[in-house]
Nanobody, 130 residues
Framework: QVQLVESGGGLVQSGGSLRLSCAAAGASLDVYSIAWFRQAPGKGREGVSC????????YYSDSVKGRFTASRDNAKNTVYLEMGSLNAEDTAVYYC???????????????????????WGQGTQVTVSS
């Protein structure tokens, strides 16, 4: 099973940008679909983005569409989440998750189940100050 490690979180001012990284070990990410989830204090986990294996299809939640972009660098075995125009509502712990198949969009990207994505990173904190 692939191991995932997120990085790139931190404190940023409202309107700023961050790039999160999700580095993989133990398997090649190019055959994995990758999802990004986030969980804000006192709230449930939200599916933010999906990047499908093979066909490269993407999903973004309405709350981040047009501001976030997911991409992968197979040579570095890393997936990225570029986040722009950040606001206080983006403050959360962000997790990447992976599964070695194509996922059904948007359903599996939205429901945030370990059954859909068996491999998870430890999370990285993003804090947006207003």
């Amino acid at each position: 099973q692939v191991q995932l490690v997120e990085s790139g979180g931190g404190l940023v001012q409202s309107g700023g940008s961050l790039r999160l990284s999700c580095a993989a070990a133990g398997a090649s990410l190019d055959v994995y679909s990758i999802a990004w989830f986030r969980q804000a204090p006192g709230k449930g986990r939200e599916g933010v983005s999906c990047l499908n294996a093979n066909d490269g299809r993407t999903y973004y939640s309405d709350s981040v569409k047009g501001r976030f972009t997911a991409s992968r660098d197979n040579a570095k075995n890393t997936v990225y989440l570029e986040m722009g125009s950040l606001n206080a509502e983006d403050t959360a712990v962000y997790y990447c998750a992976a599964v070695d198949r194509v996922v059904r969009m948007p359903t599996e990207c939205q429901r945030s189940r370990e059954q859909d994505f068996p491999s998870w990173g430890q999370g990285t904190q993003v804090t947006v100050s207003s």
